[in-house]
Structure formats: structure tokens, C-alpha cells
């Protein structure tokens, strides 16, 4: 394990440079499409324009470690811990540049709370430990996947809100469809990544925890929609039940007369 550490330390003073030149590279480029959407949609305020680039990064990052996962290979649940692939790094590098300007957007403006600012902060601390490793790429762009997924219909949910369209069939089946691919890959496949991850002898230890980690944050995100969840349906139903019951007194007084 020692040794390990040494490596890292290595390869990290080694490469140091150059990790920081492609992350400056990406930070750089998601800052100034966020200025490009400011500047072409200056109707809009500053939020609705980051929340553009959140979305056009949770579907280029879906998109190129979908390719990773499911054609490129290597297979995340078999192979955890293998060496890092040129096109693992690009989308590692990528991201990276994202949640830094993210967070650092979050932080100016103060629209996140600690949970999401802990997700973020776990986010980076991951990919610097994968690209510093040089290995574990791959369920690091797995737990990527996972992770933004569902980012699309999170986004879409806000847009909906903001021009006054959420309390309508396509809030519902946004929430719906978020609710749904949340527990199922979040939850259930990151409960098999994770276990597969701990169990296999390759990954090293820091990176076992950090699995851990995401993970436990992952669960922490699952309650607070769980709770949203029950709040809505009941909700939903309370209005369900008030319009029955007022549908069913007009029906009435119409018999009467």
C-alpha cells in the first residue's frame, strides 16, 4: 500500500502540469460558453444561463461515457481499477473543468446548499484522484453516468418552473421519470458498482472510500426525494379528492333543478 502511495506521488509530480493544463483548458471553455449564452440569451438571467451549460454537460458526458462504458470498454462491474484510456481521461478532463466552474458559480451567486456543494466537492476530489492514479478511470466515467443521468430531467424540471409550466402533465411526468431513473441507476446499479468495487482486489483503498462516499451521498439525495415524493402524491391527492367532491355537489344541484 505504501508503495502505492509512493507511485502516486510520482506520477503525480510527473504529470502535475500537464493535468493542470487540460483542466485550465476545460474550466476555461465551460467559463466562456457560459459568457456565449449570456451574451446570445441576455433576456434571461445568470442561472437560467448556467443551468443551459449544466444540461449541454450532463448529455455530452452521458453521451461519451455511455461510448466508454458500453462500446470503448473497458466493462466498469469486471474491470474496476484498470488503467486510465486516453478517451477515460478526455471525459474525466472535461468534467472536471465543469464542476470547478460550477462550484465556483454556486459559491459567487450562493444558490446550492451543502449537500449539493459536499456532491460537487466529491466530484473533483474523485477525478483529481483518478487522473492522478492513472488508473480507475473507468468507474470513475461509470459513476460519471450515473451520476448525470438524470441531470436533463433535473434541468428540465427548473426550466419547466420558471416559465410557469411545472404544475402541469409534463411536471408530472418529468418528476416521474426522475424519481424512476434515480432509484434504479443510482441506487440499484450503484449498489452493484460499489459492490463490485470493494470486492474486487485491484482499485486501491482511497478509492474504496471514496466509492463509499458518493455512494452514501447518493442515499442522502434518495431520502430527500423519497420525502418530495410522498409530499407531492399527497398533495396530488388532497386536490384529487377536493375536485371529486366539488364535481360530485355541482352534479347534484343539477339534479335538483
Same mark, same amino acid.
Given at each position: 500500500m505504501s508503495y502505492a502511495y509512493v507511485c502516486l506521488f510520482c506520477l503525480s509530480s510527473a504529470e502535475m502540469p500537464l493535468? #493542470? @493544463?487540460e483542466t %485550465?483548458? %476545460?474550466l476555461i471553455g465551460w467559463f466562456f460558453l457560459y459568457v456565449l449564452l449570456c451574451h446570445l440569451n441576455s433576456a434571461r438571467d445568470c442561472e437560467w444561463n448556467c443551468r443551459l451549460v449544466t444540461l449541454l454537460h450532463g448529455i455530452l458526458i452521458v453521451c461519451v461515457t455511455a461510448y466508454i462504458g458500453f462500446i470503448a470498454g473497458p466493462w466498469p462491474f469486471t474491470h474496476p481499477g484498470t488503467e486510465n484510456t486516453s478517451l477515460q481521461? /478526455? &471525459? @474525466?478532463? @472535461? %468534467? *472536471?473543468?465543469y464542476f470547478l466552474f460550477d462550484m465556483?458559480?454556486?459559491?459567487y451567486f450562493r444558490t446550492e446548499g451543502p449537500v449539493m456543494l459536499a456532491h460537487h466537492t466529491m466530484s473533483i476530489l474523485g477525478i483529481v484522484l483518478a487522473l492522478? *492514479? $492513472?488508473?480507475? $478511470? #473507468?468507474?470513475?466515467?461509470?459513476? /460519471?453516468?450515473? %451520476?448525470?443521468?438524470t441531470n436533463p430531467l433535473l434541468q428540465a !424540471?427548473?426550466? /419547466?418552473? !420558471?416559465v410557469g409550466r411545472y404544475e402541469s402533465l409534463a411536471g408530472d411526468v418529468v418528476d416521474l421519470l426522475f424519481i424512476l431513473l434515480f432509484a434504479s441507476v443510482r441506487i440499484g446499479v450503484g449498489s452493484r458498482m460499489l459492490y463490485c468495487e470493494l470486492t474486487s482486489l485491484k482499485p486501491l483503498f482511497i478509492v474504496k472510500v471514496g466509492g463509499v462516499a458518493i455512494y452514501t451521498l447518493s442515499w442522502i439525495f434518495m431520502i430527500d426525494i423519497a420525502r418530495f415524493a410522498c409530499k407531492k402524491t399527497r398533495a396530488k391527492y388532497r386536490r384529487w379528492k377536493?375536485?371529486?367532491? *366539488? =364535481? =360530485? &355537489?355541482?352534479?347534484h344541484a343539477v339534479k335538483v333543478k
Open positions: 493535468m #493542470i @493544463l %485550465s483548458c %476545460s481521461i /478526455l &471525459a @474525466l478532463v @472535461l %468534467s *472536471l473543468g465556483a458559480w454556486c459559491v492522478g *492514479l $492513472g488508473e480507475s $478511470g #473507468i468507474e470513475t466515467c461509470a459513476v /460519471l453516468f450515473g %451520476s448525470e443521468i !424540471r427548473w426550466f /419547466l418552473k !420558471r377536493e375536485q371529486y367532491k *366539488l =364535481d =360530485d &355537489a355541482n352534479g
